[in-house]
């Protein structure tokens, strides 16, 4: 049978569950500025059974039946992929278009370098006995190939700066990898309560959501509940609640640039992450090396070519040319070229002559004229060689600049609609707030009544 | 859709930042004029200022040359000219002295004025140009001939006097990309007579020797000679001056050349300003209007009204 003390335990539940939405929504307010942070909805239910009295039933107020987060499984679905692709493209296109070492107007460059050489040249074809003009050719023989150096150290320095931010990046990714593996851990030993700990949800969902940006990791869900990670190719980041260590090892085979190994379960392998690695790995081992290996390839060349007109040739004591440009390698070349050191001490070593000829004979300076159109291994002469680099490099940076703002379109459009569905609205949140207030109001009012109820029950006197 | 506060205040910084970076793009463009400034901005125009950077270069490098080849030819054509005017002299002096009516002494005196013709045209043809003798051939650091040289007897010596110390070697200048063009005159041909012609240095000897002895026949016998020698002068000259026009040409080929390889840097790498100007407005106009939306948008909330 229903009576008045019932109604006060039913009005003192439903208070609390008023109380705990109050909480949720001040909860939510709290957090609309926090990253990764899914809204929470309380969900109040009828409490039961009712009370059967006599042939009826009395309802026995309200509770809270669970606290839940809002998530577009769908969406979050996407969004580690579409992390991890503009991450990748946006590192490659950054990287890309910090190096300034091709850019084709700016002065002193490799282009004018070559050019200067040829005038040099030109210029000592007038006069090849003129110790002043064979100084000035020598001169910009050095310039030349200090050019060469600069250049392709350029393009060195940015490959070795991408290592620096490759082990910075590391370190992360494995504190991450580790914050993943121990949130797997926590939200376990929460579930096992049967409530779902949706703050941790949150946290692994954010530690995920860097992980793919920074190393292009997908998320498998276990029927545990857990969450592993796998890095391209299937290497296992995360595994439950193990996680691998990523580590930077110089790799002989790329001159001692950073490679990528994981260590796993005992298995050290190598991986080649996708995400903010994977982008910075493909600008230093895509477009940069093949600016680098096609600068050696022209330096190489060019000096072959060069050097063997000019060996051609008799210096102005009628001795055979040595090499002017001293160069050992292929690999490498466009950093070793160096003006040969004798004549760069003796500007008279200069073959300018052929065999025969007087001290003004410059008909070999004419034949070196010449190696300016001549053909090298590319097929090309050296300004068509250098014009192909240029763009060749402008073509791979500009590829990834658009890919960059394709994927950076995409993820911006699946993060909209993540922040729509699971964002804090605080006009949303502040009705919820006002709504609370007046059922626990409504309550409140309840409680007053059923205490007016009592005094006046009590007030009852004997007759 | 709902719209929530966090992806209010998300699009607002993208929309704003990308707006902000048009206009730093539109702003950097009219400030430097270039439209270029990385490969990736353009990369098959990057790479075709590259090389029409170093055609222009080349071009330029070849007028230069060709100018300063042009200049030291006229030099050589003045020196021919002083020979020429020598040679005229020499001559009117030889056919008036071969005439028997004139003294010993007028001879004498003809003796001395073509020797010091002789120096004259010696000195002429060692001229110098910069620090090189321009008709020395590839010998160009030393006088490429000898001045008057008297045997015992007081007579000019007509092998020593006006040997020539330089070489067959002709000068070459690149003229265009890959062509070379001869920029020399060969004064032992002219001169000397090398290849079949009259040495003009030894007949100018003889006569001033024939005029020292008196001998009026000796003195007709150098006529034949001399003016050989001012043809060989004359087809000298007139070969100089075609390789002057040659390289007149050439340096305003290459000139044209130049200034149409900037006019194609210009055209695939700068700015177009007038259009740039008006990509700077708007872009600034887009990001006035971005501004504007984002700060009227964060107006509305439901706080301002509870």
Redesign the interface.
């Known amino acids: 049978m229903s009576d008045l003390f019932r109604i006060l335990g039913s009005a003192a539940s439903s208070l609390d569950a008023q109380t705990a939405a109050a909480a949720t929504t001040s909860h939510n307010l709290e957090n ?2 926090t990253p990764g942070y899914a ?1 929470q909805r309380v969900s109040i239910e009828t409490t039961l059974p009712a009370e059967e009295v006599g042939n009826v039933y009395i309802g026995q107020g309200a509770q809270v039946a669970s606290v839940t987060q809002v998530r577009d499984g769908f969406l979050e679905a996407q969004l580690p992929s579409a992390f991890g692709q503009a991450s990748s493209s946006s590192a490659t296109a950054s990287t ?2 910090a190096v ?1 070492a ?4 700016a002065s002193g460059g490799l ?2 370098a ?3 050489f ?2 040099a040249l ?2 000592l ?6 110790p002043g003009l064979r100084q000035s050719a020598v001169s910009a023989a050095q310039t030349l190939a200090t050019s060469f150096n600069q250049t392709r150290g350029a393009l060195e320095e940015a490959r070795t700066g991408v290592d620096q931010k490759l082990s910075g990046d590391v370190a992360q990714v494995n504190d991450l990898a580790q914050t993943v593996a121990s949130l797997n851990g926590q939200i376990r030993a929460a579930r096992a309560g049967g409530a779902e700990p949706n703050d941790l949800l949150d946290a692994r969902q954010q530690a995920v959501d860097q992980l793919a940006q920074l190393s292009g990791a997908l998320p498998v869900a276990t029927s545990e509940g857990d969450v592993s990670l796998f890095l391209s190719g299937g290497a296992p980041l995360v595994t439950s609640l193990k996680a691998g260590t990523l580590s930077a090892v110089p790799d002989p085979a790329n001159g001692g640039h950073l490679g990528l190994e994981l260590k796993a379960g005992g298995v050290q392998r190598k991986v080649s992450p996708g995400g903010e690695l994977g982008g910075l790995l493909s600008a230093r081992d895509g477009a940069l090396e093949t600016a680098v290996n096609s600068l050696d390839t022209l330096a190489f060349d060019f000096s072959g070519a060069v050097n063997a007109v000019h060996q051609a040739g008799v210096d102005l004591s009628g001795n055979a040319g040595q090499p002017l440009f001293s160069v050992t390698a292929l690999n490498g070349a466009a950093a070793q070229i160096a003006v040969n050191a004798a004549i760069a001490a003796n500007p008279a070593l200069l073959a300018t ?1 052929h065999a025969g ?7 070999n300076v ?1 034949d070196l ?2 190696t ?2 001549q053909l090298l291994s590319g097929g090309l002469d ?3 060689t ?3 680099v ?9 590829s ?2 658009a890919q960059s703002d394709a994927d950076g379109a995409l993820r ?1 459009h699946l ?2 609609l993540r ?3 699971s ?6 949140e ?2 919820a707030m ?1 709504k609370t207030q007046q059922a626990y109001q409504a309550i409140s009012k309840v409680l007053q009544t059923t205490n007016d109820l009592f005094t006046t029950l009590m007030s009852i006197k004997p007759t | ?7 209010l205040y ?2 607002a910084a ?1 929309d704003c930042s990308s707006a902000r970076s048009r206009m730093d793009e539109a702003t950097s463009e009219v400030s430097s004029g ?1 439209k ?16 029409e ?3 222009k ?2 071009f ?3 007028a ?2 060709a100018g ?2 042009s200049d ?1 030819l006229s030099a050589a054509d003045g020196a021919l000219n002083t020979v020429d005017n020598a040679l005229s002299r020499a001559r009117e002096l030889a056919v008036q002295l071969s005439n028997g009516t004139y003294s010993a002494s007028d001879r004498a005196a003809g003796a001395a004025e073509v020797t010091g013709l002789i120096s004259t045209i010696v000195s002429a043809l060692n001229t110098q140009v ?3 003798y321009v008709f ?6 030393t006088a490429p001939f000898s001045g008057v040289v008297t045997d015992t007897s007081g007579n000019v010596d007509p092998a020593l006097t006006g040997a020539y110390h ?2 067959a ?1 002709v ?4 003229i265009a ?2 062509v ?1 063009q001869d920029v020399s005159v060969r004064a032992d041909v002219a001169l000397k007579g090398v290849g079949g012609g009259s040495d003009v240095l030894a007949t100018l000897a003889n006569l001033a020797n024939a005029l020292t002895a008196n001998d009026p026949a000796a003195v007709g016998a150098t006529l034949d000679g001399l003016t050989q020698g001012t043809t060989q002068v004359a087809t000298a000259r007139s070969v100089a001056g075609a390789d002057v026009d040659t390289l007149t040409a050439a340096v305003n080929a290459s000139q044209a050349a130049s200034a149409d390889a900037t006019k194609r840097i210009s055209g695939l ?1 700068d700015a177009d300003p007038i259009q740039s100007a008006s990509d700077l407005a708007a872009a600034q106009t887009a990001l006035q209007a971005s501004l504007t939306a984002v700060g009227e948008s964060f107006k509305f ?3 301002n009204y ?1």
Request: hydrophobic letters at 35%.
């Open positions: 609309s500025n809204r890309l278009q300034d091709l850019d084709p107007q282009g004018d070559v050019s200067g040829y005038a030109s210029q074809a007038q006069n090849a006995a003129d002559a000829g007087g001290p003004g004979d410059a008909s004419n004229l010449k300016q159109s050296a300004s068509g250098l014009s192909q240029t763009s060749a490099f402008g073509a791979t940076a500009a990834a600049k911006d993060t909209t922040a729509s569905a964002g804090v609205s605080i006009d949303e502040l009705i006002q | 859709m709902r719209v929530t506060d966090a992806m998300e699009r993208q270039k270029l400034s990385q490969p990736g901005d353009d990369p098959a125009a990057s790479g075709l200022v590259v090389l950077q170093m055609r270069n080349q330029d490098a070849i230069s040359a300063r080849a030291e910069g620090n090189r020395g051939g590839t010998q160009d650091g330089g070489d070697g000068r070459q200048v690149e990309p890959g070379l790498a909330s439901l706080l509870l």
